[in-house]
């Protein structure tokens, strides 16, 4: 950690110890530091774009979490597991947004790879979002039938644990 966020080093929601330059507590899921590096003009509506895909997974996983506690309360090894997958997407949703944020900051106005690699980031982060919009629906319409088939959530976790999986590989 450097000296701007040296006081940064735990979640002051939870107490979790957190990485350096992490966005998102891997514990409760909330911001803990809004880095605003100094983005290049070119890609001042990339960053437009980022901010708002921030804003959003901060506010569906914290739906997310909410709904997974609700929900699955009762059965702690569910729990847990559905938790965990959530925490990983945390991980890497942070990981991904520094990157892209870091890339934004390079000098080169000119090079359309960088471009591109910088739109393909911000696809990945969206689809983060979607993933997590799918989950909350599916939550949402599993509590209000109270059906016994867990199928279809299991399916989208697995979904998500395969996105996750696969950025990783990218």
Do not use: W
């Not at 929601?13 to 809004?34: A, D, T």
């Amino acid at each position: 950690m450097d000296l701007d966020n040296n006081h940064n080093h735990f979640c002051i929601y939870c107490g979790s110890k957190l990485m350096p330059n992490q966005s998102f507590c891997s514990k409760c899921g909330r911001e803990v530091y809004n880095h605003q590096p100094q983005i290049n003009s070119v890609y001042s509506s990339q960053n437009d774009k980022l901010k708002k895909i921030e804003h959003e997974y901060n506010s569906k996983q914290g739906k997310a979490m909410q709904l997974i506690g609700n929900f699955l309360s009762h059965d702690p090894v569910e729990y847990g597991k559905f938790e965990s997958t959530i925490k990983k997407s945390n991980q890497l949703f942070s990981n991904q947004l520094f990157v892209v944020k870091k890339m934004m900051e390079l000098d080169m106005d000119d090079n359309e790879l960088l471009k591109q690699e910088i739109d393909n980031k911000i696809d990945v982060l969206d689809s983060f979002n979607d993933k997590l919009e799918e989950l909350i629906n599916e939550l949402v319409i599993k509590i209000s039938s109270n059906k016994n088939d867990d199928e279809e959530i299991n399916n989208l976790f697995n979904d998500m644990d395969e996105l996750i999986d696969s950025v990783k590989k990218y």
